[in-house]
């Protein structure tokens, strides 16, 4: 569920916030959400950056623990399908790769650094918090999303803002910059 609204911080507009139900007063501008229907759980998607319009992508069919996540051509290969599994105790994602079983989205060496190269890992069962993600989805837009690691509480990017073939993904603080958007393709 996504809710939207203009509040005394500015817009918030996340996926995955819950409700909590007030007693009723006078129908102020906070008490009124737009909650469009949403719901991807169990749902398999391409990630495509919205910068460089490439998928993120497990490279030379990697099937290993630290095998490397890069951005690649789109091919409609397993290597860059994923499956988004909801994690209801905090209203984070985890995304398990199609191609390798039981491996998913994960933050190298559990960092909170800077700059900490994303792979794939073991889920751990329930998904460590390094292998959670907030979305935050982009105003306007139907189908881009931020995605913010649980752990570091950095955020998923393109290294350098590359549209390069091959340009490795890691953690970041938050930024306005396009290598940080990802269009779900959903399937």
């Not at 609204?5 to 819950?18: H, I």
């Not at 329930?126 to 570091?152: E, I, P, T």
Request: proline share 1%; with cysteine; glycine share 10%.
């Amino acid at each position: 569920m996504t809710i939207q609204r203009d509040g005394p911080y500015g817009k918030l507009d996340q996926v995955g916030l819950k409700l909590a139900q007030q007693a009723w007063t006078t129908g102020n501008k906070n008490q009124l959400f737009n909650l469009p229907q949403v719901n991807h759980h169990g749902k398999q998607l391409f990630l495509e950056s919205a910068l460089s319009g490439k998928c993120i992508d497990i490279k030379d069919w990697g099937k290993n623990n630290g095998a490397i996540l890069h951005q690649w051509d789109h091919t409609g290969d397993t290597n860059q399908k994923w499956l988004l599994e909801h994690h209801e105790a905090d209203n984070s994602y985890i995304l398990e790769s199609i191609h390798a079983t039981g491996k998913v989205m994960d933050v190298e060496g559990n960092s909170n650094d800077h700059g900490a190269k994303i792979h794939l890992w073991e889920k751990v069962h329930g998904g460590a918090d390094n292998q959670r993600w907030k979305l935050h989805k982009v105003h306007g837009s139907a189908d881009k999303y931020r995605l913010q690691s649980c752990k570091s509480g950095l955020y998923m990017e393109v290294v350098n803002s590359s549209v390069d073939l091959g340009a490795r993904i890691h953690q970041w603080e938050a930024s306005e910059k396009e290598n940080q958007v990802f269009r779900f393709r959903w399937i």
